[in-house]
């Protein structure tokens, strides 16, 4: 499948360039409202991706509609009905510069048949590097955000491809791709969302977004840290269970020395602990900063 997909991509990019001329590069970013914005199905491939509006035409699989509105907008998805295992779709963007980026998107993985979604990058020179893989059943219908961080040194091109699994309720949805020429940035206020923090797919919940006192009676803030009345991230206790554990993570990080700072806030007979850590490439991980039991009403 690779070997396909760069041979196309070497004769689509001088293509362009003899056309265009280098400085005209056609935009990564395409929520799918007006069709596939510049983005190409690769042909040499089983089946493709679809576009399409509402709910996909699997039940018990997919998302109920799209990431961009929420309503009748549109969205890209693998349809598994009718399909074999380990059978894949590509769709590739257009050419981007070299340099660093962050590039962000939107995907809904949601059916007990899922199979995997690959996202690649592909220098012209012939370099392939997997950026993410996802390969798991989020056991409900909502949208999770990815971002990823990279730098490049050539022009290359982004592919997705998705991996039909072991039956038909494995349908895969992306929405909202987005890339900017520069790594993404750890800093977020909240209110206008997770930026680009992720929820982690292998933990037991998920932190909530929250604007006021939480739902729950004595425990968590009265308002948020920055304003007063904006949003902050919390875990709702009454989701999980005792031990579970909710993770928030960023985007990879170029290594180097950094000032990490943060506002927290802790009060609850029953709270437990909040630890911050550091997970390295190779799998490793070191906790920074752990705080344990109530600190009392105050933001620290």
């Known amino acids: 499948m690779l070997k396909e997909i760069l041979c196309r991509v070497k004769c689509v990019t001088l293509l362009m360039f003899i056309c265009h001329g280098f400085q005209d590069w056609a935009s990564l970013d395409c929520n799918f409202e ?119 040194k050539d022009t290359y091109r982004i592919a997705f491809e998705g991996v039909r699994g072991d039956g038909s309720k494995g349908d895969i949805a992306v929405d909202d791709i987005s890339i900017i020429p520069t790594l993404c940035s750890l800093d977020c206020d909240y209110d206008d969302g997770f930026c680009n923090w992720m929820q982690y797919d292998g933990d037991n919940f998920d932190w909530t977004l929250q604007r006021g006192p939480t739902e729950t009676s004595d425990t968590g803030p009265e308002a948020d840290h920055t304003s007063g009345n904006g949003q902050y991230a919390y875990i709702d206790s009454s989701q999980g269970t005792k031990g579970g554990v909710a993770w928030l993570m960023s985007p990879l990080q170029n290594a180097g020395k950094y000032c990490f700072s943060f506002w927290y806030y802790m009060y609850g007979e029953d709270v437990d602990r909040l630890a911050v850590g550091q997970w390295y490439r190779n799998g490793t991980a070191q906790v920074v900063f752990r705080r344990k039991g109530n600190q009392g009403r105050k933001w620290f």
């Open 34 to 152: 007006d069709g596939l914005c510049n983005w190409q199905q690769d042909i040499s491939e089983d089946f493709d991706w679809l576009r399409e509006s509402g709910h996909t035409r699997s039940r018990y699989t997919g998302p109920n509609s799209d990431h961009t509105t929420g309503d009748d907008g549109h969205y890209i998805y693998i349809e598994a009905s009718n399909k074999i295992k380990d059978e894949t779709a590509v769709i590739i963007s257009p050419v981007q510069h070299s340099g660093p980026f962050c590039l962000t998107f939107w995907y809904n993985m949601y059916g007990k048949d899922i199979g995997a979604l690959n996202v690649y990058m592909i220098l012209s020179g012939g370099n392939i590097t997997l950026l993410l893989t996802k390969d798991e059943n989020h056991g409900n219908n909502d949208w999770r955000k990815a971002v990823i961080n990279n730098n490049a």
